[in-house]
């Protein structure tokens, strides 16, 4: 059986071990730009990246792919995956591709694709281009080789889309904002963006080394933009991941604000406006019982699906939802963007705050979220979940969290880890059935 190379998204792994290497790069390129080479135009692919180290070899590695069987490459350079989809529509290109391992160390590294409509690829497309990186790849004649430019405007076209999706009557005048980019991709066009909307800007982690990328800083690690909104007296701080499509929010007041907060906040003011499409919000099973509760107040409905962006954005899509999203802080606006899109959510809140003059601490406690606890077991290899003794922890689990909680336990897409979540009203018992649970699995793994 051929191994699969794709995960919940994209190709990921540590970098230079099989798949994370150049080599493996370059095939893909071959690959997807055969996959995509239709008709008899000039193919055009774009490629971006976050701030990581290996960017450099894993972009020109993609590069020598591409121009190989033909394919001429724009490079943008440090930018947003969101940016990415939404220029590979706007520049007309065959496919895009970002190279970022998103909120993982420095030392990992990935490639999303996304079509020409700026959509991350089918699974369908994923399967011809893995059977495509098996096989030899067909090369072009030499006259064909595709050819390789880099633009200079890209951060300026990016910034400039994120700012027409503010409302063009408010500005962010007066207002105290700190932003964390957790030294990657948003490094540059985050910033700018809030301050040429009028923003009174504290920025951190906008000083990448290659290294430092979302280190102690960022949406995974918001302690320091939590420390520095009340140093600083902020409205209130604003977190990126390594490749800016999640947003985590701190209030004035420090405390954090999850991916259902803030999307209970955009939904309800979408609804307000008559803006809500579809009868509701779709996010994943990891979201919080709290907001089902919410949303069914205000007479919309949450319907969920696996984890995973791509999931929620596939049921979106079919259901014609402009509103979804995953507590980490994914948080999907099909009217603005083809993806998850950390800086556009952040204005939909700013815009908000500006709007009713409420503070962050209130206008973004939208519910009182059920106690709800998340660890993490890693292991070697193996399938831990399939261990009768697993099996029977979890089960007893749910006998013990009864109709009032909920139970989901998972390997992770993107790394050695198997998930275990518990919800209910009594946090104590939360905590008991999570370390049981994963007492269960450490044992089996």
């Known amino acids: 059986m051929m191994a699969r190379y794709f995960g919940t998204d994209g190709i990921r792994g540590l970098t230079n071990v099989h798949p994370m290497t150049a080599a493996m790069a370059m095939k893909v390129g071959q690959a997807a730009g055969a996959y995509f080479v239709r008709g008899d135009h000039r193919h055009r692919v774009v490629i971006g990246k976050d701030t990581r180290l290996s960017g450099y070899m894993m972009e020109s590695a993609l590069t020598a792919g591409f121009t190989s069987v033909g394919m001429d490459v724009v490079l943008l350079g440090p930018m947003p995956t969101p940016a990415v989809a939404m220029l590979t529509r706007s520049m007309r290109a065959d496919i895009g591709v970002m190279v970022s391992a998103s909120h993982n160390p420095f030392a990992d590294n990935g490639i999303k694709l996304f079509g020409p409509d700026g959509y991350k690829l089918s699974d369908d497309a994923e399967a011809a281009i893995e059977a495509a990186i098996d096989a030899e790849p067909t090369l072009v004649p030499a006259p064909e080789i595709g050819r390789a430019r880099r633009i200079d405007d890209a951060q300026g076209r990016y910034i400039q889309f994120a700012k027409d999706t503010f409302p063009e009557h408010l500005r962010l005048d007066g207002l105290r904002i700190v932003v964390d980019c957790a030294n990657g991709a948003a490094y540059q066009v985050a910033p700018a963006a809030l301050w040429e909307l009028g923003a009174d800007l504290i920025s951190m982690g906008v000083n990448p080394n290659g290294i430092n990328i979302n280190l102690d800083c960022g949406s995974t690690a918001p302690k320091a933009l939590q420390q520095k909104v009340l140093e600083v007296r902020a409205d209130i701080g604003i977190a990126l991941d390594g490749d800016a499509d999640r947003l985590i929010v701190v209030d004035e007041k420090g405390k954090i604000v999850d991916g ?105 406690h939208r519910f009182d979220p059920y106690p709800q606890l998340l660890k993490n077991v890693r292991f070697k290899g193996g399938r831990p979940l399939d261990a009768d003794s697993v099996k029977a922890a979890i089960a007893e689990g749910e006998v013990r969290l009864g109709s009032g909680g909920r139970l989901v336990i998972r390997p992770s897409g993107t790394e050695p880890v198997i998930r275990v979540m518990a919800e209910g009203e009594d946090k104590a018992l939360v905590k008991a059935v999570v370390d049981q649970i994963c007492d269960a699995v450490a044992k089996a793994a």
């Open 260 to 364: 259902d907060q803030v999307m209970a906040l955009i939904a309800s003011a979408a609804a307000r406006r008559g803006q809500l499409r579809g009868d509701g919000v779709v996010a994943t099973v990891m979201s919080n019982l709290g907001l089902e509760k919410y949303l069914q107040k205000q007479g919309l409905a949450l319907h969920r699906t696996a984890v995973g962006d791509r999931h929620v954005l596939e049921a979106m899509r079919a259901g014609g939802y402009n509103v979804g999203g995953e507590q980490s802080g994914h948080i999907i606006l099909a009217d603005h963007a083809t993806t998850g899109d950390g800086l556009v959510a952040a204005l939909q809140v700013l815009a908000e705050l500006v709007e009713t003059g409420r503070p962050a601490s209130e206008l973004l």
